[in-house]
């Protein structure tokens, strides 16, 4: 905690928590508070906490009610902050990376995901591609979201409960080629105004509360 904060209820639940969970509270100058960050973005506190646990795609595609988010490419910390955001808040039960040519667990993308990180399993893998395959031979529907899929993503058969992965492609570049081959389905997001596309956040966002919407039974 940075030592010349201004007074403020937040920093003092913060420093009760602290104490009510035996953590050491260290209070620092700025210039130390800034270089320990590692993010001009902080707001005067941060925590150090073990590293997230590495889970195995079979850990994750073998539950009975899997529900995954596959992130084919996403190179924006903002964009996969929110995508984990929002993943966690509808229900998804695991998330999928790819081990390069992406972006990772940063501090901005954990500040943008607002704790999200704490409570969604994730893998690494060393291609998207090839973890689809493996999704799809262990019975799990694929379903690629693009501007340009075949598919509406309201029309798809998502009320029978099966196991689901949303594969979202790279920003600007879309899925890439591989993945869009080897999806089960690749859907669009109907459009209605003279923009012909959504930032993959948003997307995301719709994307995954329709399986929601679908698992449900709502009509």
């Not at 010349?4 to 260290?26: G, H």
């Not at 590495?54 to 529900?67: G, V, Y």
Request: net charge negative; glycine share 10%.
């Amino acid at each position: 905690m940075i030592d010349d904060l201004d007074p403020a209820d937040i920093l003092e639940d913060i420093s009760e928590l602290a104490i009510e969970m035996k953590a050491t509270l260290r209070v620092v100058t700025r210039r130390r508070f800034d270089t320990e960050a590692l993010t001009q973005s902080h707001q005067g506190v941060i925590a150090r906490t073990q590293p997230l646990p590495h889970h195995d795609l079979d850990d994750l595609m073998n539950r009975k009610d899997a529900f995954l988010l596959v992130l084919d490419g996403i190179t924006d910390p903002g964009n996969l902050g929110a995508l984990l955001r929002t993943a966690e808040c509808a229900g998804v039960t695991g998330v999928v990376l790819p081990r390069h040519r992406a972006v990772h667990i940063t501090p901005t993308v954990t500040k943008n995901a607002a704790g999200a990180i704490e409570h969604l399993p994730m893998a690494l893998v060393g291609g998207i591609p090839t973890a689809i395959t493996q999704m799809k031979d262990a019975g799990v529907l694929t379903v690629g979201l693009d501007a340009g899929g075949d598919a509406s993503l309201f029309e798809l058969p998502l009320h029978d409960g099966r196991p689901v992965a949303l594969v979202l492609g790279a920003e600007g570049a879309g899925l890439s080629r591989l993945a869009r081959q080897r999806v089960d389905t690749v859907a669009a997001i109907p459009l209605g105004g003279e923009l012909n596309s959504l930032n993959v956040s948003i997307a995301g966002g719709i994307a995954c509360f329709e399986v929601v919407r679908c698992r449900q039974g709502t009509e």
